[in-house]
């Protein structure tokens, strides 16, 4: 299975790990199928776009359906394409490397579909940039997680910051900083 990251999506994610050198930062991404090997798996999956939702700690962040939801009417507004993608989820490792850990594991193996795939995608600025996976249910509801090799993840890299990414980044740090606030008092 490959994995493709088109320029914009490439600067994006760029952007927002230098925006968190220390943090994980995580939301739902939408996964477009390219090409299906002849068993049915996806052979080819383009990363069509990404919202991140939550700017967590050194070691943990998570995003709930309920923002997720909030934002899906103006995200297939502006990109109907999307509606016939697969959303799945997107995650940063900051400094540690890209790799799925134990709990990125269980989450995919949680979400894993009958009938259908659940991809992730854990990405850092520092050692392995990227980690690929999909998970779906085998023909006797077992979930399966298999994981892209790391020289099957091709970008096309381009450095712009859009508006857009800028605006996100400061609503993830907004609600993370409230949070932070509110567990003080």
Same mark, same amino acid.
């Given at each position: !299975?490959?994995?493709?990251?088109?320029?914009?999506? *490439?600067?994006?994610?760029?952007?927002?790990?230098?925006?968190?050198?220390?943090?994980?930062? $995580?939301?739902?991404?939408?996964?477009?199928?390219? @090409?299906? *090997?002849?068993?049915?798996?996806?052979?080819?999956?383009?990363?069509?776009?990404?919202?991140?939702?939550?700017?967590?700690?050194?070691?943990?962040?998570?995003?709930?359906? @309920?923002?997720?939801? @909030?934002?899906? @009417?103006? #995200?297939?507004?502006?990109?109907?394409?999307?509606?016939?993608?697969? !959303?799945?989820?997107?995650?940063?490792?900051?400094?540690?490397?890209?790799?799925?850990?134990?709990?990125?594991?269980?989450? !995919? *193996?949680?979400?894993? =579909?009958?009938?259908?795939?659940?991809?992730? =995608?854990?990405?850092?600025?520092?050692?392995?940039?990227?980690?690929?996976? !999909? $998970?779906?249910?085998?023909?006797?509801?077992?979930?399966?997680? #298999? *994981?892209?090799?790391?020289?099957?993840?091709?970008?096309?890299?381009?450095?712009?910051?859009?508006?857009?990414?800028?605006?996100?980044?400061?609503?993830?740090?907004?609600?993370?900083?409230?949070?932070?606030?509110?567990?003080?008092?």
């Amino acid at each position: !299975m490959k994995l493709v990251i088109p320029k914009s999506q *490439e600067s994006k994610l760029t952007y927002l790990l230098d925006q968190a050198p220390n943090t994980e930062w $995580s939301g739902p991404a939408f996964y477009t199928i390219l @090409k299906y *090997e002849k068993s049915g798996l996806p052979k080819q999956v383009e990363l069509s776009y990404f919202i991140p939702l939550d700017l967590g700690s050194h070691a943990a962040t998570e995003w709930d359906a @309920k923002d997720c939801a @909030k934002n899906l @009417k103006a #995200i297939y507004s502006k990109n109907p394409k999307l509606k016939k993608s697969v !959303m799945g989820h997107i995650h940063s490792h900051h400094g540690m490397g890209a790799y799925f850990s134990g709990t990125d594991t269980d989450t !995919m *193996e949680e979400n894993a =579909l009958p009938g259908g795939f659940f991809f992730s =995608l854990v990405v850092a600025h520092t050692k392995t940039k990227y980690a690929f996976a !999909m $998970s779906y249910q085998d023909q006797y509801g077992e979930p399966r997680v #298999i *994981e892209a090799d790391e020289d099957d993840i091709r970008t096309l890299a381009a450095k712009t910051v859009r508006v857009e990414w800028k605006n996100q980044w400061e609503y993830i740090k907004g609600r993370h900083n409230k949070a932070q606030a509110s567990r003080v008092t």
